[in-house]
């Protein structure tokens, strides 16, 4: 089985788990699986797994699970930082936000039993290895909520003076740190020595994320772009320029594969990592509307 | 220790692994603090607790975390409703709700954050003993979220047609049956015979905020009244009367005491229920004005 493949069986089988059967309430059913396929890039269960089997993957199934919480938890926060309230995002992945497609209150719904579901399918495979599942829930939770995870994040947003470095480690770092830190987890490895490639993995995103609403048209993209300059938030395009923050996607990069521990798979993890680089750094369509925006 | 002194300990504690220290933002950390103190009548801790100290409570610690893991999912759920989008409520305990306190972006968060803070604090004493917490851990979540918890319970508000049956049990029952099996669980026994003994609570209560809905003015009740009636929301009131609902609620009760399971605090158990029984039971200053609402 390919590593997309696993990847969308694992999501899928969570999501079954949050569904049910029998008598309950079916729009809320049906947004669980409306807000988590079709997936976008699969990133952080892509990196979690990845780190998984160059470890060893000794017990897959803590690694399906691990991917796939990872993933619940980013798509949760996708649909809460879509509502009203947030960016009042009409389009995400080219179709509506469940906001507009099922209601406000289904969507703050959806968010919330998607976090909960994503602790709950780690729990259960607590028998296979107690030890490890209860140190990927304390990182998962960790990378997710107070103090320092994506909530707290988002919640830097709403203060009068911002901590840029822990706003960014929070905001996007701390799903990546986590990936790389439950793939090791999952295969019975130490999390430390997997910190620095998931914090620089969270960096390069955070400068390509920065990059394509910059650049991409809102088609492309498939959701609303500009949002960055438009709420005031701090961008490394408007800081660096268009080149300047390209040339600083590929430093971080190259200091991500450079800090990846020794393990049986290096080589081939440090293959995932170029590949994705290339998958970041964008090309520029559109670098005259970008530079009036930014 | 008594009882109450010892739930607001946990629970203060579970907060404050919440607000961590050092660069954090402060408006969410000082927000977290806010929808949980001062508490209400903390009463799913309380009856985990006792439950908990009827079975023995030969780990304390997992049940301390065990209760405050209930409130802290109990009290996101209270934010989360508050917004705009569900109850749209200003006031909650007696002061602004989270999101007039502070902002909906926060209140958001603040749910998001309490829900996971309650699986990272029962995740922490897993070294404890893995399999009890691994099992409070899945009880938990499968009463918060879907498919049968006060997630789906509020979900089935957004349904065409509600299965009242499932409605009742998962938005008011769910976590009372939770408070039970989890206690029976921190203190190592079973948790299938402590269903019953939840599920009346939970139905009790039930019937009791029906009645408190219809007879209380807000200042009494701390909140806006007359809700089930404006959002057109099924009521024992409506159904039963009040005089009707005043004895479903005591015949509940009663059965709930019958089906506490024999353990070796069996008669204390039964005497916090009677104590409960009381409490819950309204008296009723304004029944005209309730009766023209209803």
């Known amino acids: 089985m390919g590593l997309n493949t696993r990847i969308e ?35 952080r269960p892509t990196i979690c797994m990845s780190v998984a089997m160059a470890c060893g993957d000794d017990k897959p199934r ?3 699970a691990a991917a796939s919480a990872l993933e619940l938890i980013h798509c949760a926060s996708l649909v809460h930082d879509d509502l009203p309230c947030f960016d009042n995002a009409d389009v995400r992945r080219g179709k509506p936000t469940v906001h507009r497609a099922y209601s406000e209150p289904l969507a703050v719904l959806t968010g919330d039993s998607l976090i909960v579901l994503a602790f709950e399918i780690l ?64 295969a019975g490895q130490e999390p430390e020595p997997w910190f620095e490639l998931g914090a620089r993995i969270g960096e390069a995103f955070q400068v390509a994320d920065d990059l394509r609403d910059a650049l991409y048209d809102a088609e492309t993209l498939g959701k ?24 600083r996607l590929r430093d971080i ?29 964008p090309v520029a369509p559109n670098i ?6 930014v």
Chains 1, 2 share one sequence.
């Open 9 to 43: 069986a694992a999501i899928a089988a969570a999501i079954s788990v949050g569904q049910g059967s029998g008598a309950v309430p079916g729009r809320l059913a049906s947004a669980l699986d409306y807000a988590t396929a079709p997936g976008g890039a699969r990133i």
């Open 62 to 64: 803590l690694t399906d």
């Open 123 to 186: 729990a259960r495979e607590s028998g296979l290895a107690p030890d490890r599942v209860a140190q990927m829930i304390i990182t998962l939770a960790r990378r997710t909520g107070m103090p320092g995870g994506i909530c707290a994040g988002q919640a830097w947003e709403s203060e009068a003076e911002v901590n840029l470095s822990a706003y960014h480690q929070a905001k996007t770092g701390a799903l990546f740190t986590a990936a790389t830190q439950m793939g090791a987890l999952a």
């Open 224 to 247: 609303p772009v500009g949002q960055d300059h438009l709420h005031g938030r701090p961008n490394a395009v408007a800081q660096l320029g268009v080149q300047g923050a390209i040339s």
């Open 253 to 281: 990069l190259g200091g991500a594969i450079a800090s990846i521990p020794h393990c049986p798979g290096e080589a081939q993890l440090a293959e995932m990592v170029r590949a994705y680089a290339e998958r970041l750094t």
């Open 288 to 293: 005259g509307a970008a530079q009036q925006r």
